[in-house]
């Protein structure tokens, strides 16, 4: 069932093709807490075209690029040339763990006032005059 996932969505994991070049010029570089997998160019060769090392990351699940962790988002956007997995990296503690969009679904944040929001809104304040008209 797996490789039929890899064949037909690009959002499940990995492509046939993905996994294919991974074998063929990736090298593992580590893993996140979630279990995401990251690659780079074996060797650490660089793109003719770009000038500088590919790095990618295989997603377990759903692709989410909001799922990246700070230290290896830095990482694969050549803000840091050093890996997570190979530095003492500590988490800001600013820095909270992910969550994923829940846009258009019925745990989406939904601010007192909001149409969509289910419950009693709010009063308007007691200096708000409504518009009508010809008034």
Do not use: C
Not at 29 to 36: E, L, P, R, Y
Not at 77 to 91: C, F, G, M
């Amino acid at each position: 069932m797996q490789w039929l996932l890899q064949f037909f969505t690009w959002w499940n994991g990995q492509t046939l093709n993905t996994r294919f070049h991974t074998w063929r010029h990736g090298e593992f570089v580590g893993k996140d807490t979630a279990g995401n997998s990251y690659y780079r160019t074996r060797g650490g060769k660089l793109d003719a075209a770009l000038g500088f090392e590919r790095r990618w990351v295989i997603y377990v699940g759903e692709s989410d690029g909001s799922a990246t962790p700070p230290g290896w988002y830095g990482w694969l956007h050549h803000t840091s040339d050093v890996p997570p997995t190979q530095e003492n990296y500590l988490a800001k503690d600013w820095q909270r763990p992910h969550q994923p969009n829940m846009s258009g679904t019925a745990l989406a944040y939904r601010p007192p006032g909001s149409m969509a929001n289910i419950g009693v809104n709010p009063e308007p304040a007691a200096d708000y005059d409504a518009w009508s008209p010809g008034a």
